[in-house]
């Protein structure tokens, strides 16, 4: 099984290209993106030196499910899939912030908590909550969008707006948005005997119109707990069975890793890796309730530039 980890294409009338943690955006004509989602795999906003197979073509495919999911509650990048890790879409301006959308006290908003915040982005926060509770209904706890390497940054509706970083009526529309987004994903989730813990979305704007992009519901930027044992787990005081990537930083933190200066990645050797890329399947199957059909990985680069060549020739 090979990994994509690495992309160096020229399409026809690329104009730049912006290399992500685990994504590579092709600029075609400043009008589209060509979104290429790699094997590369971060933790601790850390790139982990070794790709996992398939990883980007469940993540591309799980995203493209939801956005298709999702288009009749708000426009969305996507145009097309041409290839199981590709998506061609709309080049948008994006808005300075990410919309995090929180229905349980769980992972960072549970550590604030804990350190004796009752306020998280300017919602107040009741007390005498347990982690993992559920709050009466979705919060949405901001942050700025901040550049590789940093931290995202925690910020209150009221500084977005007063900063000027997106005016008082888009970002109401964002929230709207992002709610209504959240309770379609947590509808679809129930179906598939899962919780949607929190997720976080990005837009955009186009000629005015506000568009929904990059990814959407997947296992990277999303937390799901299982349905059947959630209430149990919680009466008992248990940690919860996660549906994410957390089990990538568990194994890195078991290891003495949590990103800080000095501490040494531990190997990851062919079993880990081939483990990791087994529970990014069973992540895509539990998610999207479909069987994963692993793509040709014999020349990943030229399939993905013959795909892509292949759809920029129609337009």
């Not at 730049?16 to 589209?32: A, F, T």
């Not at 999702?70 to 919309?99: A, L």
């Not at 199957?285 to 993905?304: H, L, M, Q």
Request: proline share 4%; glycine share 6%.
């Amino acid at each position: 099984m090979k990994a994509l980890t690495k992309t160096e294409f020229n399409f026809r009338n690329q104009k730049s290209v912006y290399i992500g943690k685990v994504r590579d955006v092709y600029n075609i004509d400043n009008d589209l993106m060509v979104m290429i989602v790699t094997d590369r795999i971060s933790a601790f906003d850390i790139v982990l030196p070794k790709g996992i197979p398939f990883k980007g073509q469940v993540l591309n495919q799980i995203a493209a499910k939801f956005l298709d999911a999702t288009s009749d509650i708000v426009p969305n990048w996507k145009i097309s899939s041409p290839d199981p890790m590709v998506t061609i879409g709309h080049k948008c301006e994006p808005y300075p912030v990410e919309m995090i959308v929180r229905a349980y006290l769980t992972g960072s908003s549970w550590r604030e908590y804990k350190n004796g915040a009752r306020e998280i982005c300017g919602v107040k926060i009741p007390e005498g909550m347990k982690e993992h509770q559920a709050f009466d209904k979705p919060i949405i706890t901001p942050t700025t969008k901040a550049n590789q390497g940093f931290h995202d940054e925690n910020i209150t509706r009221e500084q977005i707006i007063a900063q000027k970083l997106i005016n008082e009526e888009e970002y109401r529309k964002l929230e709207d948005y992002s709610l209504k987004l959240f309770e379609r994903g947590t509808q679809i989730a129930k179906e598939k005997g899962l919780i949607l813990v929190d997720t976080k979305y990005e837009f955009g704007n186009k000629d005015g119109i506000i568009y929904l992009i990059d990814e959407i519901h997947t296992p990277d930027s999303s937390r799901y707990f299982y349905l059947d044992t959630y209430q149990k787990r919680f009466d008992a005081g248990e940690n919860q069975h996660q549906l994410s990537k957390e089990f990538v930083r568990e194994w890195l933190m078991e290891n003495n890793f949590k990103g800080q200066e000095g501490e040494i990645l531990p190997e990851m050797n062919d079993e880990i890796v081939n483990s990791i890329s087994e529970r990014y399947i069973e992540l895509y199957e539990k998610i999207t309730g479909e069987t994963f059909v692993k793509a040709n990985t014999n020349d990943i680069e030229n399939r993905i530039h013959d795909n892509v060549d292949g759809f920029l020739k129609l337009i």
